[in-house]
């Protein structure tokens, strides 16, 4: 494997007694989808909060690109290039679709300490914003205020405000959850297409989108890591069954 | 462009408005100061809602502004220096630079601790002009002459000064609302919709926030030099929390959705107010009832009330 693109070290988290992430050691390899799967409330968003910034660690050391940035804050983490989106839908509801992206292009265009111009009016920006909005299918949507949105097209809208910013890692957490079958498909054909050219962590609960799309697949449970492997292998994988064995649901969604 | 117009519309004829009214048949003396004071305040109304409005930041402080402005005329009509090239640029510095300091300090906190901090700055200064006795200490400070541009006399022409209140407060409308549509207006109000999405791309609020705070202290700081010229007074009153706080209610009973809210807010705040305290000795009980009414029924305030009267004709 080449030198990872993110690399966990011992991350630890607890909140008041429970080890939410528990000596968690991850490596991301560039330009691999990387899923990330485990129970309700194993800690995957905490992950994904930890990775981006939201959350500081109690321990252990973050690196991206050879980078150490335990310490840094959530805007620089995301100016080196760390993408995410939010298991729960994070736009600014008072924008309309474009204004959304644009401003996602804009925080990789330059500074935005330009007081004059107005904004709308840089074709670059908004070119770039469409061919996001494109990509994820709300070209014809872009006018319309995201608060205004459907669930699913807001989530459609998430993976386009995390791609306009072109990149080099999108922290993706449960970007299917709650949309329709119809945006489903869609988003999945969306994810595909960026396979090899992003490198991703997918936080995902539907287990055929994730056996689909991930090169290499993490399993969560009680904060701590206890296999990661190709999807063959965490499929054969003894323990992980037993864990999802051990839920409900677990057993049907894990196809064998 | 058309639906960028007719946004821009109310502020428009507003202004078309103030700078007709002399040939309106309000051209004599009282009306003349009546209008200065509320396109004057108007001024720092703007400048607030730019702050409410735009980056969600309520502050209970913005009278402060004015106050740097109208000082920086008494302390420099002291020391003999009245050219409005020099005295404008002094007051926008000092309120600019007031607002830097404390902005530093206030912007760290959010919701009620900011109103609370700024309220506090605020009296940290009101209580320091009360404390300068060379400048009339609590009694104020009576302007040897109104501040001369380029050696004339302009501002003591009523007409004149009509017109630099109309022409100042069209420029603070128009610099807030580049401002706002701008790049760094829309970091702004995408940190005030969704601080956490605007830092998940990259942009950290404080500077944007801080930026905006001084611009709009800078503002506060030139309506405070008009101010003071208005009356040829300056007093501590004029930095006061209850004027802070009066500014603050013209923006919200004008409504925060567009700067052109807190115009329509201070010209009807100060009008209405004019108007009642000619009708019964005990006015302010009107007022304060009037104010309480349209905050409860006009959740978008007043320019917002062309919007709530089509929806409720659709139901
Ligand atoms: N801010 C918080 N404070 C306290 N407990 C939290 C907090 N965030 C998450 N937790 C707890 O941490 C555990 C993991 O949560 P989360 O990371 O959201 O799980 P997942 O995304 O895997 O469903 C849960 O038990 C949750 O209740
Ligand atoms: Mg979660």
């Known amino acids: 494997m080449s030198a990872p693109l993110l690399a966990l070290h011992g991350v630890q988290k607890r909140f008041g007694g429970l080890a939410v992430t528990d000596d968690v050691s991850l490596d991301i390899a560039p330009a691999e989808i990387h899923a990330v799967i485990g129970p309700n409330g194993a800690g995957k968003t905490t992950l994904i909060n930890e990775i981006s910034g939201v959350l500081k660690v109690d321990a252990g050391r973050i690196l991206f690109g050879g980078q150490d940035i335990t310490a840094l804050s959530m805007p620089r983490r995301a100016r080196l290039g760390l993408a995410r989106s939010f298991q729960i839908t994070s736009v600014v509801n ?44 709300l070209a014809a949507r872009a006018e319309t205020p995201a608060g205004a949105m459907s669930h699913g097209e807001k989530r459609q809208l998430e993976l386009a405000i995390a791609l ?93 | 462009m058309l639906p960028a117009v007719r946004a821009e519309a109310p502020a428009i004829l507003l202004l078309a408005a103030l700078a007709a009214a002399p040939f309106l048949g309000f051209g004599e003396g009282y009306m003349l100061t009546l209008l200065a004071r509320a396109m004057i305040l108007a001024m720092a109304a703007v400048s607030l809602s730019l702050l409410v409005g735009g980056a969600g930041l309520v502050s209970m402080g913005h009278a402060a502004m004015m106050g740097f402005g ?114 760094f207006g829309r970091v702004l109000r995408a940190a005030k919709g969704n601080p956490l999405r605007a830092q998940a791309l990259g942009f950290d609020p404080f500077p944007y926030r801080l930026t905006a705070y001084v611009i709009a202290g800078a503002m506060g700081g030139a309506a405070g030099f008009l101010f003071a010229n208005a009356t040829e007074f300056v007093a501590p009153a004029y930095i006061s929390w209850q004027r802070s706080g009066e500014l603050l209610f013209m923006v919200i009973l004008g409504g925060v959705a567009g700067l052109h809210g807190a115009l329509i807010g201070a010209l009807g705040f100060v009008l209405l107010e004019e108007w009642l305290s000619h009708q019964w000795e005990h006015w302010r009980i009107l007022f304060g009832v009037l104010l309480i009414l349209a905050v409860l029924f006009l959740p978008n305030g007043l320019s917002g009330i062309p919007a709530q009267l089509a929806r409720v004709a659709r139901r």
Not at chain 1, 107 to 127: I, K, V
Not at chain 1, 180 to 205: A, N, Q, W
């Open chain 2, 70 to 183: 109208a000082y920086a005329v008494v302390i420099l009509d002291d020391m003999g220096v009245t050219d409005a090239a020099i005295v404008l640029p002094t007051a926008i510095a000092a309120a600019g630079a007031f607002a830097l300091a404390t902005g530093a300090i206030a912007i760290r906190t959010s919701g009620v601790h900011f109103i609370m901090i700024t309220l506090a700055f605020g009296q940290m200064a009101f209580f320091t002009a009360s404390s300068l006795a060379g400048y009339g200490g609590d009694d104020g400070y009576t302007l040897y002459s109104r501040s001369d541009v380029l050696g004339l006399r302009l501002l003591d022409d009523r007409l004149a000064f009509h017109f630099i209140c109309v022409g100042a407060l069209a420029l603070t409308w128009l610099l807030g609302r580049l401002l706002l549509a701008s790049r």
């Open chain 1, 94 to 137: 008072a924008f309309s679709a474009l204004e959304n992206t644009a401003l996602a292009v804009q925080a990789r265009s330059g500074s935005s300490f330009r007081f004059l111009r107005p904004a709308a009016t840089e074709r670059a920006l908004n070119e770039a914003a469409m061919s996001a909005l494109e990509q994820v299918g």
């Open chain 1, 164 to 256: 306009a910013t072109e990149p080099r890692l999108l922290l993706l957490d449960e970007p299917l959850a709650g949309a329709g079958p119809e945006e489903t498909e869609r988003l999945i054909g969306i994810l595909r297409g960026l396979k090899s050219r992003y490198t991703i962590v997918l936080v995902e609960h539907d287990m055929q989108a994730v056996f689909a799309l991930a090169d290499r697949i993490s399993v969560l449970v009680y904060g701590r890591v206890i296999a990661t492997g190709t999807p063959d292998a965490i499929r054969a994988n003894p323990e992980v069954r037993a864990a999802y064995l051990g839920e409900d649901e677990g057993a049907e969604a894990m196809p064998c």
